[in-house]
């Protein structure tokens, strides 16, 4: 079974920084593309960024250069560094797997609360 296992979250103040990680199991990092999405209260769930299979690397345009998505496959992990924060960031981080087939799978969620 595919298993993602998101850490990292907690209270930071605005102009602070964080790094989640998604430790994932059950498939080979390969054949899915791996990514993260937030849901901010009230909101709905966004893309944030994502790794495709041939190992490009996507990000919302509103993110970008505060967010950085990186990986390390040895230890099947993705990562997620984010600087700069501001409380509109305050959300729910989730990792997210999908398939080559388009099968969805998402970990727990990590709350991110930045305060201004």
Known sequence: DVQLQASGGGLVQAGGS?????LASGFAFDDYSIGWFR???GMEREGVSCSSPDGSTYYSDSLKGRFTFSSDNGRKTVYLSMNNLEPEDTAVYYCNARSLSGAESWGQGTLVTVSS
């Not at 964080?18 to 998604?22: I, W």
């Open 39 to 41: 849901q901010a209260p």
């Open 18 to 22: 964080l790094r989640l990680s998604c």
